[in-house]
């Protein structure tokens, strides 16, 4: 049986007419999804928690680039395959026309730039070098330029004019979002802070107490993070990089609290960084806890993945409120248990909040035996999980195995990649 695509007018018995066909739904998609890809990178404060947190919708965002990458590199293949019905001369010079045929090479540019940048997202070619990666994601706006040069050339596979009205709202949302990233968030979005305090938690972790340089302030709620920009010259790296931290002061507190462990380049430079110097924050970002968790909860952090538990307990402190909530916090040994003194101290203060130390190196990895010998009513709680992505795989599905629904497991990733 045939079948007609009345819109396209396009016979998909035949096997070169189908082949055709996907040639050109694979170049309309993956064009689609690679503007709606530019358009989630916009990164305005709070708009992330439509979806979810900014965790999720740079997930969502890289999970579109790939599949636009994947469409756009077979959109010529199948389209040339098309043609080897005619003949392999009719295929290769639709492959490579003649040099004058611009529309088809700004095609052809279009694809080795994402090629370029989008590569090293996949697990495959190794883990990239964070700010390598970042300057290479920047030939995206080229990248895309040429693309629209290209589909405003051949949009003629849709019904009437609606192609060009699809790629046009699309590049508004593209351009509009690209605008706000790296013209108006730098001067709107961004809030100048002073370095009030150093704190030495650690020697290789710090605590930075802002307070605010100008007249705004952020508003924040508790266990969020921010991307703060250093601005002290003497840094040995990482001057005005901006980096993604949690906050781990309370709302309630007139300044802000950010402690840093050094993990890389910049981060190590910035704990000699000078009361007194600038920075700038842009924020705030994340949805860790949902604005109405349930009352019974059970938190399971690992080594870092502290912070966005030690602002939301610093934040309840200050409420004062009864809670149900049992905190598991994994770390190696005993001198790697940071703000740990701090926790106990809460719990003391706070009514039902309770802290168990977990120690990898003398417990071993966390086990069900572990979790239920110390929370006995798991399966009545949710599940709030942040560390070394090991980790948060482990414990969450420790948990779904303990019978908590997926749904009441939140977990939260310091990797953005
Ligand atoms: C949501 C979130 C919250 C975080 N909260 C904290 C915190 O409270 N305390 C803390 O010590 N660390 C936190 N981190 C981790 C922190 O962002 C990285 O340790 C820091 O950016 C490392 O930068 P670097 O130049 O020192 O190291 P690099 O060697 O450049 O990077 C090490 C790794 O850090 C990540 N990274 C680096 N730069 C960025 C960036 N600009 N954006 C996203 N990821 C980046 C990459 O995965 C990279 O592979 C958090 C990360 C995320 C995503």
């Not at 002061?249 to 600038?278: F, H, T, W």
């Amino acid at each position: 049986m045939r079948t007609r695509l009345s819109g396209a007018g396009m016979d998909l018995g035949d096997p070169s007419a189908f082949l055709n066909f996907l040639g050109r739904a694979s170049g309309i998609v993956g064009a689609v999804m690679l503007l709606l890809a530019a358009a989630l990178s916009a990164r305005v404060p709070r708009l992330d928690r439509l979806f979810g947190g900014l965790t999720r919708l740079w997930k969502t965002h890289h999970l579109l680039g790939a599949g636009s990458l994947l469409l756009l590199m077979a959109h010529p293949l199948l389209l040339a395959m098309a043609q080897t019905t005619t003949s392999v001369e009719a295929a290769t010079s639709l492959l490579f026309p003649a040099p004058g045929h611009w529309q088809i090479w700004t095609g052809w540019a279009a694809l080795i730039l994402m090629m370029v940048f989008l590569a090293p997202s996949f697990a495959f070619f190794g883990r990239p070098d964070y700010q390598r990666w970042k300057y290479l994601h920047r030939l995206a706006g080229p990248a895309l330029i040429l693309a629209l040069a290209h589909a405003f050339q051949y949009g003629r596979t849709l019904p009437a004019n609606s192609e060009h009205w699809l790629w046009l709202v699309l590049t508004v949302m593209a351009v509009g979002a690209v605008a706000w990233r790296f013209v108006f968030s730098r001067r709107i979005g961004r809030l100048r802070y002073t370095v009030q305090r150093v704190v030495t938690v650690a020697n290789n972790l710090v605590e930075l107490v802002l307070k605010p340089a100008g007249r705004r302030h952020l508003d924040y709620d508790a266990g969020q993070f921010v991307y703060l920009a250093p601005f002290d010259r003497e840094l040995a790296a990482g001057y005005g990089e901006e980096h993604p931290y949690t906050l781990s002061s309370s709302p309630k507190e007139p300044v802000l609290r950010i402690a840093i462990k050094d993990l890389g380049d910049a981060s190590r430079a910035i704990q000699a960084i000078r009361p007194g110097s600038r920075v700038t924050i842009e924020g705030p970002y994340g949805q860790f806890f949902p604005d109405d968790p349930p009352k019974k909860q059970l938190w399971i952090a690992g080594g870092i993945g502290i912070t966005p538990f030690l602002g939301r307990a610093r934040d309840l402190l200050k409420t004062g409120s009864p809670v149900d909530i049992r905190l598991i916090y994994c770390v190696q040994d005993e001198a790697r248990a940071r703000f740990l003194d701090e926790l106990y101290e809460i719990a003391t203060e706070l009514e039902g909040f309770e802290v168990i130390a977990h120690y990898f190196y003398r417990q071993g990895p966390l086990d069900a035996e572990f979790l239920t010998g110390h929370v006995p009513d798991i399966i009545e709680r949710a599940g709030f999980i942040c560390g070394p992505t090991p980790l948060n795989q482990l414990a969450s599905r420790l948990l779904s195995t303990a019978g908590i629904a997926r749904k009441n497991i939140h977990t939260e990733e310091f990797e953005l990649l």
